[in-house]
C-alpha cells in the first residue's frame, strides 16, 4: 500500500514514525520484509524554511530527517543528539546569528551541505533524496514545493517577522493578525509531492500545526486539487485533545486566523471533500480522528459531511503512535 502523508515538524516526525512502525508490523504479521509491504511517502512543509547566516535552514524537514533516523536528540525535543555548539556560540560573538536561534554544530553540517546543493543549482527535492541517503528512514521524505515559500507573520503592533522569529524569539506571544507565504502565488507543487497524492492508497494529514504546518502545504495552488482529484481518501488526525494543543504554541496561530482550538474547528477549517466544487469548495476532508475526550463532536461533525472516529490520539511513544496511525489507516480503508 502506498501512504502518503501531509507533515509539518516535530509532531508530524511523531505521527511519521507511528505510520512506519505500523507499516513494519503489518508487514511482519503477512510474514514479509519490514520496508517492503508499505510504500510510505511523506509531503513536508516547507513554510518554516529560512536563510540565516547564508544557509538555508529547514526546520520541519530537518525534524523528520532526525526523529526518522534516530539521529534526533530525545530528551530536548528538537535537534540532533549528541551535540555540541561550539561553532554557534562563535557565529554568535560575530553577530551574525542572532542568540535566540542555535545552530548545533552537527545541525549545521545538515544545513552547510542542504545550502552548498541549493547553490549548485541541485533542485530542493533531490537535496531530499541526498540527507535522507544517508540514514535508513523507512519513508521517503519530499518537498511539498522546489520554490520559496517562508512564512511571514503581520503582527497586531504592526511588525512583519519571518516565522521563526516570531515562534523562537517572541514565543509566539505578540498576537498575530494574519500569515504570509512570500512568493507562494507563483509557487507550484514540487512533482514528488503531486505524483505521492495522485499514486496513494492512503493520504493522511498529520496533527501538525494546522495553520503554519498543514496551511503552507494546502496553500500552494494546486494542492489542493491535487487532494481533491486524487482516488485515495483522504484522513486527518486532530492536533488537539480537549480543546488544548498537546505539544508548543499552535493556539496562538489558530487565534490568529479566527479558528477555535477544538478538534471540530479545525476540521470544518480544513472541510469535507465531499462538498460541492461548483460552490466554490475548498474542502480536503474524507474523514477525521479526534481524541476521545472529544467525541462529543463526532456527530456534528458527521452532519458536515465528515465521518468522524474518536481514538486514543496521544502519541506517547512508537506503540501508542502505531496505533493512531492504524486507526487512520483504518478509516481510510473504510471510507474507500
Ligand atoms: P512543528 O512543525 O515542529 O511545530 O510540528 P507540527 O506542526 O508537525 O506539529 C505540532 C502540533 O502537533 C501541535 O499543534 C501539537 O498539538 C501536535 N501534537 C504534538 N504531540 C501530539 C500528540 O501526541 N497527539 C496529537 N494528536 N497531536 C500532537
Ligand atoms: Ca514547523
Given at each position: 500500500?502506498?501512504?502518503?502523508v ?12 507511528g ?17 517492503a ?9 516547507t ?24 539521529q534526533?536528540?530525545?530528551d530536548r525535543g ?22 535566540w536561534f542555535?545552530?548545533?554544530d ?18 530542493l ?15 521517503t521524505?519530499?518537498p511539498?514545493?522546489e520554490d ?17 522569529e ?6 509566539a506571544t505578540i498576537?498575530?493578525?494574519s ?5 507562494i ?12 497524492i ?5 493520504i ?7 495553520v ?22 483522504v484522513v ?5 485533545i ?11 496561530c489558530?487565534?490568529a ?8 474547528a479545525?476540521?470544518?477549517h ?8 461548483a ?6 476532508l474524507d ?37 493512531l496511525?492504524?486507526?487512520a ?8
Amino acid at each position: 500500500m502506498q501512504i502518503t502523508v501531509l507533515s509539518g515538524g516535530v509532531g508530524g516526525a511523531r505521527f511519521v514514525i507511528g505510520v512506519r512502525e505500523w507499516a513494519r508490523r503489518d508487514a511482519a504479521a503477512r510474514g514479509l520484509p519490514a520496508d517492503a509491504a508499505h510504500d510510505i511517502r511523506v509531503v513536508v512543509n516547507t513554510g518554516d524554511d529560512w536563510w540565516l547566516a547564508g544557509l538555508r535552514i529547514a526546520p520541519d524537514h530537518d525534524s523528520l530527517l532526525y526523529s526518522l533516523s534516530g539521529q534526533n536528540d530525545q530528551d530536548r525535543g528538537w535537534g540532533r543528539r549528541d551535540e555540541t555548539e561550539r561553532v554557534a556560540s562563535e557565529l554568535q560573538a560575530w553577530g551574525v546569528t542572532p542568540e535566540w536561534f542555535t545552530l548545533g554544530d552537527l545541525d549545521l553540517g545538515v544545513h552547510i551541505a542542504r545550502t552548498a546543493w541549493l547553490r549548485s543549482g541541485i533542485p530542493l527535492s533531490e537535496v531530499y533524496r541526498r540527507l535522507g541517503a544517508r540514514w535508513p528512514l523507512g519513508a521517503t521524505l519530499l518537498p511539498a514545493t522546489e520554490d520559496e515559500i517562508d512564512t511571514h507573520v503581520h503582527t497586531a503592533d504592526g511588525q512583519r517577522m519571518h516565522f521563526q522569529e516570531w515562534w523562537t524569539r517572541h514565543r509566539a506571544t505578540i498576537p498575530a493578525v494574519s500569515f504570509e507565504n512570500a512568493g507562494i502565488d507563483t509557487a507550484r507543487p514540487a512533482a514528488g509531492a503531486l505524483e505521492a497524492i495522485a499514486a496513494a492508497d492512503v493520504i493522511l494529514i498529520a496533527p501538525s500545526n494546522p495553520v503554519v504546518s498543514i496551511g503552507p502545504i494546502l496553500g500552494i495552488p494546486g494542492m489542493r486539487d491535487a487532494l481533491r482529484t486524487a482516488s485515495a481518501p483522504v484522513v486527518g488526525v486532530a492536533p488537539v485533545i480537549g480543546g488544548r494543543v498537546v505539544r508548543g504554541m499552535a493556539d496562538a496561530c489558530l487565534t490568529a486566523i479566527g479558528v477555535d482550538t477544538d478538534a471540530a474547528a479545525i476540521a470544518r477549517h480544513y472541510a469535507a471533500r465531499g462538498a460541492d466544487a461548483a460552490r466554490g469548495a475548498q474542502g480536503v476532508l474524507d474523514g477525521w480522528l479526534v481524541a476521545e475526550e472529544d467525541a462529543a463532536s463526532v456527530d456534528g461533525l458527521a452532519v458536515d459531511g465528515i465521518p468522524t472516529r474518536a481514538v486514543p490520539l496521544w502519541m506517547r511513544d512508537a506503540d501508542t503512535s502505531a496505533a493512531l496511525a492504524g486507526d487512520a489507516i483504518a478509516l481510510a480503508r473504510d471510507l474507500r
